[in-house]
C-alpha cells in the first residue's frame, strides 16, 4: 500500500496510563478516532481490561496512527492485545523531517503542532492531567471524565497534525519506522534482568563508598582533593605518563566525559580514572529504572539523534552510566542473556555502499585492520595479528578516526604520535581506499548543494550552511547502521526472540540456558538478513558473547572498578560466603562483591 486511500481504514489513537520506573504501563483509558469518518471511541480503564483484543480491526488494511507509538503499543502489550500490523508514527516522522534543523518547541507533540501552525492545548493543563495519570487511580468520576477528555485531546491534535504533515510523509518508509516502534515496544516490555541484591545494597552503602573511593583515588592516583577533581595534579600525571591531552582555545584541558571515554579508547590507564571520576561527580543509582520484577526498563527514545539512533537517558538505562554498573546485569535462575553484536559494522557499510573493491576486500578478509596495513604495504602479506599486532594498532586507529571523522591532530593524540605522522597514516587511507574517498565527498557535496542526505530506508538529516563536513561524511555509516538496527529488531521480535535491548550496533537476548545457543543462532541470522537488505547482499559478521546463570555479564573496561566497588561494599556490609562469577571478562566474588577470585571466560560464538 503506497498511499493513505488505500487503507479501509485509519484510526488515530491514544492512551493514558501510569507507568512507574522501570515498570509496565498501567492504561486507564484509551480513545480512538477514524480519520475519514469521524467516528469516536472512548474507554476507560476497566472497559479495556474487558476486552481480548482491540475494539476495531488491527489488520493489514487498516493504519494505526499515534505519536511515539511505543507508548500506545505497550498498552495493547499489557492489555494482552494482538498488535496492529500498519502503525504510522507521527513522532517518528516528525524527528525524520526535522533532523538536523532547530525546533523551537521540541519534538513532542506540542512542538509539532506548534511547528505547523496548529492550536496545541496549554502546557500548564497538559502538566495537571499527565500528574493526574501519574498518580494512578483510584479516580473520582470527575478524574475519569476529565482523563478520557485529555486522551481525546491529544486524538483530536493528531487529526489536525496528520494531514498537515502527509505531504512530507513517504508513507512506505514511514511504516517501515512505525514496524520498529512496535518492535520498540515489545523490546521496552521485556527488560533488562538486574541483580537488584547487590544493587539495593549499592544503593544502601553509596555515600560509604564514595568516601572509600576517595581515600583509593587519593593514594592510587593523587588526583582528588575531597572528590573536587584536581586539574593541576591531573596535568602532572598525564606529563609522568606521557599522554597527550586535548586543550581547550582556554588553555584548560578539556575534561568532558566525550573526551575522556575518546582518550581512554587510546590510554586503557584512564578508564578507571574516568570511571572514578564519574562515580564520584555524577552517578545517581536510584536513578536507574529498575521495576518491581527486578527488570530495568525504559523509553528507548527511538530516533532520538540525527542518525536516527535511540537515545536512551543516560542515567535510567543500564547500559548509559559507568560501564563497571553493567555487571548487574544478571539473568535470573535456569536462564542467559547473550550480547550480539557486528563486527567492524561501519567499515562493512562504508565498503558496501561505497562498492570501493580494496575496502570490500579487507572486510571480507576477516580483519579489515590487518588486511588495511598489507594493503597499504605496511607489513608482509604473510604477518598476522600476533607478529604486527602493534602496527595492526596503528592502522585500526586510522580506520577507527576515519569514521569518526577525525583530523590528523586528534588522530595523533589517539597514537600519541605527531601530526606529521598521523597525517601520513590518513593519507595512506586515500590512496588505498580511493573509491570510498570519492564517495564520501560526493556524499558531503550532495548535502551541501541540495541541502540534505538520507539512508537507504529515507531517513533524512538536514544540512546548513554551518554543518559540520566531517559528520556529514560519517552520516551513511551511522545512520545505515541504524537502519540495520531497526530491520533486525522487527525481524528479531516479530519472530518470537526474546529481545531484552537494543545496544548501539548490538542487541542483549534472553532464553532459557538450554535454548540459548539456538536463539544466539536464530539473532544471528536476523542480524546478518537485515545486513544484506540494508547493504544490497554483503552480509556482515556478528559476534556473540553468552552468560549463564549464576554468572553475571561485564564489560573488561568495568573490571577493575567493580572489583574495588565490590571490596569496599563487603567491608561495607558483609554478606554470607557464597560462590557467585562474573562472566564475559568477569571476575569472581563471594557473594558476587568479594575480592577477585578467578576469570571466567564467556563462551563465544561467531556466524562468519
Not at 577525525?406 to 601530526?419: D, H, I, T
Not at 551541501?448 to 555509516?477: D, E, I, K, Q, Y
Not at 544466539?520 to 537488505?533: K, L, N
Not at 558483609?574 to 571466560?601: A, F, K, Y
Amino acid at each position: 500500500m503506497a498511499a493513505l486511500h488505500d487503507f479501509r481504514a485509519i484510526r488515530l489513537l491514544d492512551f493514558e496510563y501510569r507507568q512507574p520506573d522501570g515498570g509496565r504501563p498501567e492504561p486507564h483509558c484509551m480513545v480512538a478516532r477514524e480519520f475519514h469518518t469521524g467516528r469516536l471511541l472512548r474507554l476507560d480503564a476497566d472497559e479495556l481490561r474487558s476486552l481480548k483484543a482491540p475494539p476495531f480491526p488491527i489488520d493489514e488494511e487498516n493504519l494505526f496512527v499515534a505519536y511515539y507509538a511505543s507508548a500506545e503499543l505497550g498498552c495493547f502489550l499489557e492489555l494482552d492485545w494482538p498488535m496492529p500490523a500498519r502503525v504510522l508514527d507521527l513522532c517518528a516522522e516528525f524527528k525524520n523531517s526535522t533532523s538536523g534543523l532547530a525546533v523551537p518547541s521540541g519534538r513532542g507533540l506540542l512542538g509539532a503542532l506548534i511547528y505547523h501552525g496548529l492550536d496545541a492545548l496549554a502546557a500548564v493543563e497538559k502538566e495537571e492531567m499527565r500528574a493526574l495519570a501519574m498518580r494512578g487511580g483510584p479516580f473520582t468520576l470527575a478524574e475519569k471524565a476529565a482523563l478520557l477528555d485529555y486522551c481525546q485531546s491529544d486524538v483530536d491534535a493528531l487529526a489536525k497534525l496528520l494531514p498537515a504533515m502527509l505531504p512530507k510523509i513517504d508513507l512506505p518508509r514511514a511504516l517501515l519506522r512505525g514496524r520498529y516502534m512496535t518492535a520498540a515496544a515489545r523490546m521496552e516490555r521485556i527488560g533488562i534482568p538486574i541483580d537488584v541484591g547487590t544493587l539495593d545494597r549499592l544503593r544502601r552503602k553509596w555515600s560509604g563508598i564514595r568516601c572509600a573511593l576517595v581515600d583509593d583515588v587519593r593514594c592510587n592516583y593523587g588526583l582528588f582533593d575531597g572528590i573536587t577533581f584536581k586539574v593541576d595534579r591531573f596535568e602532572q600525571f598525564l606529563a609522568a605518563n606521557d599522554i597527550p591531552w586535548p586543550y581547550l582555545p582556554s588553555g584548560s584541558p578539556a575534561l568532558d566525559d566525550d573526551t575522556f571515554r575518546s582518550m581512554a579508547k587510546a590510554f586503557p590507564l584512564l578508564w578507571s580514572i574516568r570511571e572514578l571520576r564519574h562515580a564520584l561527580s555524577s552517578l545517581r543509582l536510584n536513578d536507574l529504572a529498575v521495576g518491581p520484577d527486578g527488570r530495568n526498563r525504559c523509553m528507548l527514545s527511538a530516533f532520538g539523534s540525527k542518525t536516527g539512533r535511540n537515545q536512551p537517558s543516560n542515567a535510567k538505562f543500564i547500559f548509559g552510566p559507568s560501564v563497571w554498573l553493567r555487571g548487574l546485569i544478571a539473568p535470573v535462575a535456569r536462564r542467559a542473556v547473550a550480547y550480539i553484536d557486528w563486527g567492524q559494522q561501519e567499515f562493512g557499510i562504508a565498503a558496501a555502499l561505497s562498492s570501493d573493491p580494496a575496502m570490500f576486500a579487507a572486510y571480507l578478509s576477516g580483519d579489515p585492520y590487518l588486511a588495511f596495513a598489507k594493503q597499504a604495504g605496511a607489513i608482509p602479506e604473510h604477518a598476522t595479528k600476533e607478529s604486527h599486532g602493534d602496527i595492526r594498532e596503528r592502522f585500526k586507529q586510522c580506520i577507527l578516526a576515519v569514521q569518526y571523522g577525525m583530523g590528523a591532530e586528534s588522530l595523533a593524540l589517539r597514537l600519541s604520535c605527531n601530526v606529521a605522522d598521523a597525517r601520513q597514516l590518513l593519507e595512506l587511507h586515500r590512496r588505498t581506499y580511493p573509491v570510498y574517498w570519492r564517495w564520501s565527498q560526493a556524499a558531503v557535496d550532495h548535502a551541501m548543494l541540495r541541502g540534505h542526505l538520507h539512508t537507504v530506508f529515507g531517513w533524512l538529516v538536514h544540512a546548513g550552511p554551518g554543518a559540520n563536513p566531517r559528520s556529514l561524511a560519517n552520516f551513511a555509516m551511522q545512520a545505515n547502521g541504524a537502519e540495520m538496527m531497526r530491520l533486525a529488531a522487527c525481524l528479531a521480535t516479530e519472530r518470537g526472540i526474546r529481545v531484552c535491548a537494543p545496544v548501539h550496533d548490538a542487541f542483549l537476548i534472553e532464553a532459557p540456558i538450554t535454548q540459548i545457543d539456538a536463539e544466539v543462532a536464530r539473532m544471528q541470522a536476523c542480524m546478518a538478513e537485515a545486513s544484506r537488505i540494508v547493504l544490497g547482499g554483503l552480509e556482515l559478521r556478528t559476534d556473540a558473547k553468552i552468560v549463564m546463570h549464576p554468572d553475571r555479564y561485564m564489560d573488561k573496561r568495568g573490571v577493575e572498578m567493580w572489583g574495588r566497588v565490590m571490596g569496599i561494599l563487603s567491608r561495607l556490609e558483609p554478606v554470607p560466603m557464597r560462590d557467585t562469577h562474573l562472566s564475559h571478562h568477569g571476575i569472581g566474588t563471594c557473594g558476587g562483591v568479594g575480592h577477585p577470585l578467578n576469570l571466567i571466560s564467556c563462551k563465544g560464538i561467531s556466524n562468519g
